[in-house]
Every structure is written in C-alpha cells, then in structure tokens.
C-alpha cells in the first residue's frame, strides 16, 4: 500500500524574511537570562488608566528606560571593516508581529524610536496602527516585503552590511534592541533569535500582577551580570516612572450625587 504523497509549498516572502534573519543570527552567541517579578500596583494603576494601554507598551518603555540608564544595553558590535563596539544614544525597538502576507501568517517587524522619551499613550497607538492598518500602508514593512523580492546573495549581503557597518545604518535598519514575545499564541518564547546584541522578550503578565522577564544578549557585547542588572532597572522603571506615567492617567472617581 502506498503513502499518500505530499505537496511542494513555494518558499514565500515572509519564509525568506525569517531566513534571513535566522542567517544573521548565526553570527550572534546569544546568552539568555530572566528574572520573574511582582507588580501588583502596576497592575492596578494600568487598569485604572484611561486610555488603558496594553502590557506590551508598558514593559517595552520599561527596558528601554532601563537601556538608557545602563548604557552597555545601548551597544551593538559591528564588524566592517573591523570589529568594534558602538554605544547608541537613544534606543530603536524592533519589534516583531504577526499579519498575513499572501495569505499566510508571516513574521514581520516595526520599529518604535525612542520609547523611552514617548507617552505610554503613542507608542500604544503605533501598536493598534501596526496591528489594523493594512500591510502595505506600513513604510517598514513595505521595506521588508520589497526586499524580500531580491535574490537571496543580494540580500544577505544588503542585511549584512547594513547591520555592521555604522552605528547609524543599525539603527535606521536594524534598531538597538529586538521585542518579540510569542504568549498570546499559548506559549512563551524561551530561546530567542535575532542579528542585534540584545532581544528583550517577556511571558504573560499574570492576574496576580507577575510576570518573567527575558533577555537575550550578545556575550561579546556584555556579561551575563550586566543583563541581569539590566532587568532589574526594567523592575525599577515599572515601579517608578511607569507606575507614575499611569497614574497620571487614572479615570477621575465619579461624584456621588
């Protein structure tokens, strides 16, 4: 009796965008660490906020905070023409998200410009803009998707050299820090991928008000003791400027007649 056969399945454009990146990727010695938080309050003053902003901004302003407070989360090797590090001075998230491209769910990615100096309220905002508006209304993933037309040798290349040849080209192309988290499919990401130094990813946050915090770093750009100090400033940043910023946006209490 024979099998039934399969079918050949063409190697579409977001298939090429992942593979590029995990190429990329093959060149970073990536070293996770986590660290597993309680944040009651937090919680209670997001869900008083008016408007209510979503876990995602909340924790993405948080670590980026805590990069501007430790400046070795703001460096990036690069490697053309020598290797060398560079020291940003403000962050460029890269976040990834899921749209469908063809027909099929594809991973992309945007990027949010400085978080740390944005409202809760805007990058929130750009969040439901990269989530409703349609793929070909985003500029940074018009770029993907145009890129991913290229022949492959041109566009590792292309990657390549964008990533590692000035501190600018990464910022503009690549971004300071990658955001992904896959807890919204029923599971959480655990051994991240990505071409930049560092990859800041999280669980769901629980009702309880706790959360484990995940980062990814480049052992070439930064010790394992620096990153785990870096998500206790994150820690630190939810509790002080964050927890402040949603105060502020609490729904005034209603008077009793």
Same mark, same amino acid.
């Given at each position: 009796?024979?099998?039934?056969?399969?079918?050949?399945?063409?190697?579409?454009?977001?298939?090429?965008?992942?593979?590029?990146?995990?190429?990329?990727?093959? !060149?970073?010695?990536? %070293?996770?660490? $986590?660290?597993?938080?309680?944040? /009651?309050? *937090?919680?209670?003053?997001?869900?008083?906020?008016? /408007?209510?902003? =979503?876990?995602?901004?909340?924790?993405?302003? @948080?670590?980026?905070?805590?990069?501007?407070?430790?400046?070795?989360?703001?460096?990036?090797?690069?490697?053309?023409?020598?290797?060398?590090?560079?020291?940003?001075?403000?962050?460029?998230?890269?976040?990834?998200?899921?749209?469908?491209? !063809?027909?099929?769910?594809? *991973?992309?990615? &945007?990027?949010?410009?400085? /978080?740390?100096?944005?409202?809760?309220?805007?990058?929130?905002?750009? &969040?439901?803009?990269?989530?409703?508006?349609? *793929?070909?209304?985003? /500029?940074?993933?018009?770029?993907?998707?145009?890129?991913?037309?290229?022949?492959?040798?041109?566009?590792?290349?292309?990657?390549?050299?964008?990533?590692?040849?000035? =501190?600018?080209?990464?910022?503009?192309?690549? =971004?300071?820090?990658? #955001?992904?988290?896959?807890?919204?499919?029923?599971?959480?990401?655990?051994?991240?991928?990505?071409?930049? @130094?560092?990859?800041?990813?999280? !669980?769901?946050?629980?009702? #309880?008000? @706790? *959360?484990?915090?995940?980062?990814?770093?480049?052992?070439? %750009?930064?010790? =394992?003791?620096?990153?785990?100090?870096?998500?206790?400033?994150?820690?630190?940043?939810?509790?002080?400027?964050?927890?402040? $910023?949603? %105060?502020?946006?609490?729904?005034?209490?209603?008077? @009793?007649?």
């Amino acid at each position: 009796m024979s099998l039934p056969k399969g079918r050949t399945v063409s190697f579409s454009r977001g298939r090429r965008i992942v593979g590029d990146i995990v190429a990329l990727a093959r !060149d970073v010695s990536l %070293v996770v660490v $986590e660290r597993t938080i309680a944040i /009651p309050e *937090v919680q209670t003053a997001r869900d008083r906020a008016e /408007p209510k902003p =979503g876990w995602y901004p909340v924790l993405l302003k @948080s670590f980026a905070l805590a990069c501007m407070s430790r400046p070795e989360l703001r460096r990036s090797i690069l490697t053309f023409p020598y290797t060398r590090l560079y020291e940003h001075a403000c962050t460029v998230a890269a976040v990834t998200v899921e749209r469908l491209v !063809d027909g099929e769910p594809t *991973v992309l990615f &945007f990027h949010v410009r400085e /978080p740390e100096r944005k409202p809760l309220t805007q990058i929130q905002d750009r &969040f439901q803009r990269i989530k409703n508006e349609p *793929v070909e209304a985003i /500029p940074d993933f018009r770029r993907l998707l145009r890129i991913a037309r290229l022949p492959t040798p041109i566009r590792r290349l292309l990657s390549r050299f964008s990533l590692n040849a000035s =501190g600018a080209g990464r910022e503009k192309f690549g =971004g300071t820090f990658a #955001a992904s988290t896959t807890h919204a499919g029923g599971a959480n990401l655990t051994l991240p991928c990505t071409p930049l @130094s560092t990859l800041f990813t999280f !669980d769901e946050v629980t009702s #309880a008000g @706790s *959360v484990t915090l995940r980062l990814g770093f480049d052992h070439r %750009v930064m010790d =394992g003791m620096t990153a785990a100090r870096g998500l206790v400033e994150t820690e630190a940043a939810l509790r002080g400027p964050i927890l402040e $910023e949603l %105060v502020s946006l609490a729904r005034p209490a209603r008077q @009793s007649a």
